[in-house]
């Protein structure tokens, strides 16, 4: 903070601590410029930022030719501690994402979903920026196009391709987020009362967003191989979903890759009930070598594929797509013009293009890939002192799917755990069924601090 910026801000503090105090009640006209900045020590200039930026925030109102008052609304400033996310609240799918975005800097988050900040390419992304600041206006001041930034289109219908996938401009549209891709995939296709098939243990937002469509979501236990393909048949022919959402790629929480037989079984079965599978592809560039994708078999006639890059390269600067049959996009189009008024932000797409097209992101990946090897073996060990043990050990990505010792629940782990400061991912937010309490999904790249297994193993104590 600079100090003029420091000045302001007391000057907005202390008209703060009036009106809070009543000092100052609505109404009221404020101290003159002049007289309040003799008060203050401050020049006459930084009086007035305050006074406008206060105005700004609707605590005060100006008068032409008369001054600034106290507004007829304002209320104290908010007690932010008011507002923070309750950590008694259930154990569900909403906990651990409000745990994890809420916490503050001090708060170890293995349960996240996400990398460290200084394990992305923030040189990187401070170029990109750089370079969008020279652009025109146009890019910085205009609403994005319909299907979104077409440098980046073309970058990603150059992905598609290498993984074999005939596809061109009017298969692909952007959109803000990896979540927004699914949720309007939600709104084109679902209706209340439709049934959603999902994999158990599954992303947990996932559930969380079903939810809010008013659908019946069904999980089909999920192998080291992809869904058990007897039953997912079973509830094919059972329930007849409309939808059946996965990971193909390092699937989330487990870290399990689709083989190739279950993955032309699983076609076969989809197509034979007019189910429509959404391939959520986002952990597809942590694999070392791609594995079996259900759009590249498909070719994207009953496949919808999604993804984003807010793993790999930043969860501030965000940007989806989908890609997926021309009559389904010209429909998604239409509705994100209708949810959003056009596409993504130009200025996030431009940023997400500029990483991608150059060779840093593959060396970027590259190095991240080395690293979470290394992490993932160390936290296997680790944990293993505890009585943790993976399922299995991922061909790549940052997530170890681990069942705790025996009798132990992970839903009364992560509570005791989030008492000292720690946010763990228990395994029943990610099981429909609830029968994933004696699991706990660990994020190697947050558990690189030994405070970490320390808390845990006292959580481990307080809960067996």
Not at 92 to 117: H, M, N, Y
């Amino acid at each position: 903070m600079t100090e003029s910026t420091s000045r302001i801000s007391e000057v907005m503090a202390a008209i703060n601590d009036r009106i809070a105090s009543r000092a100052l009640a609505p109404g009221d006209r404020l101290p003159s410029i002049r007289r309040f900045a003799a008060k203050m020590g401050v020049s006459p200039s930084t009086v007035v930022e305050a006074y406008d930026r206060l105005a700004a925030e609707g605590l005060i109102q100006a008068q032409r030719g008369s001054g600034f008052y106290v507004s007829q609304t304002a209320l104290p400033p908010l007690k932010l501690a008011a507002a923070e996310t309750p950590k008694a609240r259930a154990v569900d799918p909403f906990w651990v994402s409000r745990q994890s975005l809420d916490a503050d800097a001090a708060v170890l988050k293995p349960g996240c979903g996400w990398l460290p900040a200084d394990w992305m390419p923030d040189a990187a992304l401070r170029r990109a920026m750089r370079s969008l600041a020279k652009s025109d206006g146009d890019l910085l001041s205009y609403y994005g196009s319909t299907r979104g930034s077409s440098f980046l289109r073309r970058l990603l219908l150059g992905r598609l391709a290498e993984e074999g996938i005939s596809a061109g401009p009017e298969h692909l549209m952007l959109t803000s987020t990896g979540t927004q891709a699914l949720d309007l995939i939600g709104r084109f296709l679902l209706r209340p009362g439709d049934t959603v098939l999902v994999d158990d243990p599954c992303y947990f937002n996932f559930q969380a967003l079903l939810k809010a469509h008013q659908v019946t979501v069904v999980g089909v236990p999920y192998t080291p191989s992809g869904p058990d393909i007897a039953a997912f048949e079973a509830v094919l022919a059972a329930e007849r979903p409309r939808l059946y959402v996965t990971n193909s790629a390092i699937h989330n929480p487990t870290g399990a890759t689709l083989s190739p037989q279950v993955a032309h079984r699983l076609l076969n079965a989809a197509a034979g009930s007019e189910t429509i599978i959404v391939e959520d592809d986002i952990f597809a560039d942590f694999e070392p070598e791609p594995s079996t994708r259900l759009a590249a078999l498909d070719g994207l006639d009953r496949v919808i594929r999604i993804g984003s890059f807010s793993k790999t390269l930043s969860a501030s600067a965000r940007c989806g797509y989908i890609a997926a049959r021309t009559d389904w996009v010209e429909g998604l189009v239409d509705l994100q013009i209708a949810t959003n008024f056009g596409g993504p932000s130009p200025i996030s797409s431009e940023i997400i293009a500029h990483m991608l097209a150059g060779g840093g992101y593959r060396k970027h990946m590259e190095e991240l890939r080395r690293k979470l090897v290394r992490a993932r073996r160390e936290v296997a060990e680790r944990l293993s002192r505890l009585g943790i043990t993976p399922w299995l050990q991922p061909r790549g990505g940052f997530n170890l799917w681990c069942r705790l010792p025996e009798g132990l629940d992970s839903g009364e782990v992560a509570q005791a755990a989030l008492a000292e400061g720690l946010v763990l991912a228990p395994g029943n937010v990610f099981s429909v069924s609830q029968s994933a309490a004696g699991f706990m999904r660990f994020n190697v790249a947050h558990m690189l601090e030994p405070r970490v297994y320390q808390v845990l193993a006292d959580a481990l104590k307080r809960t067996a």
